[in-house]
């Protein structure tokens, strides 16, 4: 790890100021720094300064109103998955937060820092590898070990997305506040989100001197039913393999909208309007729900190692269609 400078952030002018006045990578901002310590160990991020966001008062706040939700960025994770009213009425939400890590890293986890964390490809966090993502000419997951890597939306670098707040977000038509040195910025969390062939070096839209402040969500519709499922290799502190984060509003067993977003097998949250679809105006039934689970992976394109993913989420979405309809 190299020596860097810290600074207790007073505002949050201050902090997009000093993000102005630095160089790409120079200053960073550090929250509950699960993420971001593992790469200064790892020497893929070696700042000069880290500004500590936890110094600003009222950014972890939670405000549930009729109007839906208000969620700060430094709010932990913990306390997303914990809150009485985001259980009730947002559960796929509070399963979501509940499925992150192990208790310590959601009790420091953010908001925020979960929205934003780095892929976790193997090949990016060797400081020895130079592949594409960090400049290099080679994806060596197209060619090498793919077992984590992305069935969707991969070209032309196959990460993944690690959020599983993300996934929950945007399935519940969440928006996201963005504050730099031009003032702030609303918009929909889907669009904050970023494909590798848009940008193979970034996840998100952020430029390097704004920050996310807050996220709203919408208030929950009347008859609404939603779910996260998750499937991991190990138990509570494991990554996503594959996610599912599903919102249906129903009538009876017919389903009238439905919001259906991937988790792990994208570089991105990767919302499949083909799923929604296949259950939308529909009693869903069992042949209802495997054809939207066939209908979520039909574009999907697997790599050496990894076509069980193709299956398992599948698997999940036909799973969380049963659901809404039970």
Not at 184 to 208: C, D, G, W
């Amino acid at each position: 790890m190299e020596k860097f400078s810290y600074v207790n952030a007073t505002s949050l002018e201050q902090v997009t100021s000093l993000l102005s006045e630095s160089g790409w990578g120079e200053v960073m901002l550090i929250a509950g720094g699960t993420d971001l310590l593992a790469e200064l160990k790892e020497y893929i991020e070696t700042p000069k300064t880290l500004i500590n966001l936890k110094t600003l008062p009222g950014m972890d706040s939670i405000e549930a109103d009729a109007s839906g939700l208000k969620i700060g960025a430094l709010a932990t994770v913990a306390d997303i998955a914990m809150h009485p009213t985001i259980r009730h009425h947002y559960t796929v939400l509070a399963q979501a937060a509940g499925s992150v890590a192990t208790p310590q890293i959601r009790n420091v986890g953010t908001l925020g820092g979960n929205l934003c964390q780095r892929p976790r490809c193997w090949y990016y966090r060797d400081e020895t590898t130079d592949c594409l993502k960090k400049g290099g000419d080679i994806c060596y997951a197209v060619d090498g070990l793919s077992k984590y890597h992305a069935i969707l939306g991969g070209d032309p670098v196959y990460i993944v997305h690690p959020s599983d707040l993300a996934p929950a977000l945007i399935a519940l038509g969440a928006s996201v506040k963005i504050v730099g040195p031009n003032g702030e910025k609303n918009m929909s969390l889907e669009e904050f989100f970023t494909l590798p062939a848009a940008n193979p070096f970034r996840e998100n839209v952020l430029e390097p001197n704004e920050i996310v402040v807050e996220v709203s969500v919408p208030a929950a519709k009347p008859n609404t039913k939603s779910f996260y499922l998750k499937a991991r290799e190990k138990g509570a502190p494991d990554f996503a393999l594959s996610s599912v984060a599903g919102v249906f509003e129903m009538d009876g067993k017919t389903c009238k909208t439905a919001s259906i977003v991937l988790g792990g097998v994208a570089p991105a949250p990767w919302r499949s309007k083909e799923a929604e679809a296949a259950v939308t105006g529909k009693m869903i039934d069992e042949s209802v729900s495997q054809q939207a689970g066939a209908d979520a992976v039909k574009d999907a394109q697997p790599l050496n190692d990894n076509a069980y993913k193709v299956t398992l989420t599948r698997n999940l979405v036909s799973r969380a269609a049963m659901m809404a309809a039970s």
